[in-house]
């Protein structure tokens, strides 16, 4: 009897699916939840997921061998996406566009690479803008693909750590020409400049031309995430999360859907939960006229989701109330009908999941897309009152309660904060968004090697970036904290620090970054790399030079989880303490008598 083969590709679209939640091995988390997501009805992009399993092969034998064992599949799999579009991927007139991301069964943010608007070139751009008479959108979509496509496919990075990225400085220069300072104040025949330029710099780095078949820039793309399961950053991310190399990546092939078709179009990040502070409050963040890598690359830093988030935002940058909601207003003002429907689905996610959730959406002309959700990743003190609310709120039982708490990250409740009184006669030098809570003091140093060169020499650095990407990754493992001059609460920065429990103050607006001359300036002060700084990472506040710190209080919300641990515990602890106040602190957290005294310490 012949053995049958492999199943390599699971479809989803239009409230069906080929997986579910339970098959995030095989599929991933990102496959698993697309699948999901399509079952209990929230609105997706139809798609397929290519299974970890062929990550794994891949690695072993090597890509001719996946691509033969996956060949057909796909092919089917694109036949599925196009069914459901109504377009062609192979059509110049009516292309089907897709996006290729990985998704292994841990969550890892921003550690593996995407690309979307596969599937353009100068034809099907053409056609394209027949199709939708929105010519700057086609020309703005085609320039991102060329970029990410260089970026990810074909290994065009900075040639040293003090270079901007190749496609930055190339965008750089031509809004310096036309005298603009954001990419969408770029016109139609700016960004048209920009494609030509962009494949120049292709040809001229590669010697080969931008490919423009469809299917090669597919099996390029495929490939890659399937490299980049072994990348240096992504191989640190699993070592740091005790996450084991064989578990692989899964490939996630999805219809396009296009945040960036003009005012009624937009992108965001969204999180059930405040996931630094743990907070019942939907937070997030959008931009008008983007795509998602816009929103938490920090290249242009967005605006709140809901009028509370806004307002908050507002007071801690000194924006006035008429001036926000003029210039900034949340996505509940500016689409009240789509926040609604986004808000009404994050409920949903968070019930059907019983978790908070980490999710992402796209708005084309009107109608809301959901791209992602996860369980979120938080800080110690968010870990531990999500944990406590839940419990309360009934949606998980005790026992739940207490697995949800990862004990290392209890540590971080324990990191001190900043003396009052120290505070008080402190000079504030400016303020960014609190990303992720605590207090750090340090050296300043702008590069993620420098930051681990110091720290193994005992320094405490903090490390200083216009924004992070994946490979700063090692610095800001051993930075005491991170301060970054774009993005907000959805960045790189931001969601990677809540992860690792590290202080973050990101999008602090006034900060002047110089990789080259190594020095930051903050209104008329200039600091050089080794200087002391102080980040407030709770409210966002930057301070000159070295602040005491103090032990922090533990909030109510430990007291009960220790109190649940207690009920269901079957090993009693004692403490080794030779002082009163040892013996004190230990018997705070729980302890329950002394087991080790030496009295020659006393």
Request: charged share 30%; hydrophobic share 35%; glycine share 10%.
């Amino acid at each position: 009897m012949a053995k049958s083969k492999v199943k390599s590709v699971y479809t989803f679209g239009n409230k069906k699916a080929e997986g579910d939640a339970s098959m995030k091995n095989l599929l991933g988390g990102k496959g698993a939840n697309l699948a999901e997501m399509n079952l209990i009805g929230v609105p997706v992009p139809p798609g397929f997921t290519i299974t970890t399993d062929m990550c794994t092969v891949y690695t072993k034998e090597g890509r001719e061998k996946v691509l033969k064992m996956i060949k057909s599949e796909v092919e089917d799999g694109i036949a599925y996406v196009e069914k459901h579009m109504g377009s062609k991927f192979t059509d110049p007139k009516n292309p089907c566009l897709v996006s290729v991301r990985s998704g292994s069964r841990a969550s890892m943010p921003g550690m593996m690479d995407t690309i979307l608007n596969l599937g353009l070139n100068d034809d099907s751009v053409a056609g394209l803008v027949k199709k939708t008479g929105n010519e700057r959108f086609v020309w703005d979509s085609y320039r991102r693909f060329v970029q990410m496509y260089g970026d990810v496919v074909l290994g065009m990075k900075p040639v040293s750590k003090e270079d901007e990225d190749p496609f930055e400085e190339i965008i750089d220069h031509l809004k310096k020409e036309k005298g603009v300072k954001l990419d969408n104040e770029l016109t139609t025949n700016d960004l048209k400049e920009l494609v030509d330029r962009f494949k120049k710099a292709v040809k001229k780095s590669t010697g080969k031309d931008f490919p423009s078949d469809p299917w090669e820039q597919l099996w390029g793309a495929i490939c890659s995430v399937f490299d980049s399961w072994m990348n240096d950053r992504a191989i640190l991310y699993r070592k740091l999360n005790n996450i084991p190399e064989e578990w692989g990546t899964a490939v996630n092939v999805q219809a396009m859907v296009f945040g960036n078709m003009g005012e009624t179009s937009a992108t965001g990040v969204c999180f059930s939960r405040d996931a630094g502070t743990g907070e019942n409050l939907f937070n997030g963040e959008y931009l008008i006229n983007a795509q998602g890598e816009d929103v938490v690359a920090g290249i242009r830093t967005p605006q709140e989701i809901t009028i509370e988030g806004s307002k908050r935002w507002a007071k801690l940058t000194g924006v006035s109330e008429k001036d926000r909601k003029a210039n900034f207003p949340s996505l509940e003002e500016t689409m009240p009908k789509l926040y609604k429907e986004l808000f009404d689905i994050q409920k949903k996610l968070e019930k059907h999941y019983k978790d908070m959730q980490d999710m992402e959406f796209t708005i084309q002309e009107g109608k809301l897309w959901m791209l992602q959700t996860r369980s979120g990743k938080r800080t110690g003190a968010a870990m531990v009152k999500i944990a406590v609310d839940m419990y309360k709120e009934k949606l998980i039982d005790e026992k739940t309660a207490i697995l949800r708490v990862e004990p290392n990250k209890l540590d971080e409740l324990l990191h001190p904060v900043f003396d009052t009184a120290a505070l008080k006669k402190a000079k504030s030098l400016a303020q960014g968004l609190p990303a992720s809570p605590g207090a750090a003091t340090g050296q300043i140093v702008f590069f993620a090697d420098d930051a681990e060169a110091w720290a193994a020499k005992g320094h405490k650095v903090i490390l200083v970036r216009i924004e992070t990407s994946p490979e700063d990754l090692k610095g800001m493992n051993v930075a005491e904290g991170i301060l970054t001059a774009r993005g907000g609460m959805t960045s790189h920065a931001a969601v990677v620090a809540r992860g690792m429990g590290k202080c973050c103050v990101s999008g602090a607006g006034s900060l002047k970054i110089d990789y080259k001359t190594r020095t930051l300036v903050i209104g008329s002060i200039t600091f050089k790399e080794g200087d002391w700084l102080s980040i407030n990472g709770s409210n966002g506040e930057v301070y000159e030079g070295k602040l005491a710190t103090m032990e922090a209080a533990l909030s109510g919300d430990f007291g009960k989880l220790m109190e649940m641990a207690d009920k269901h515990s079957r090993m009693l602890v004692r403490t080794n303490a030779d002082t009163p106040h040892d013996a004190q602190v230990a018997r705070n957290f729980g302890a329950k008598g002394i087991g080790l005294c030496r009295t020659e310490h006393m």
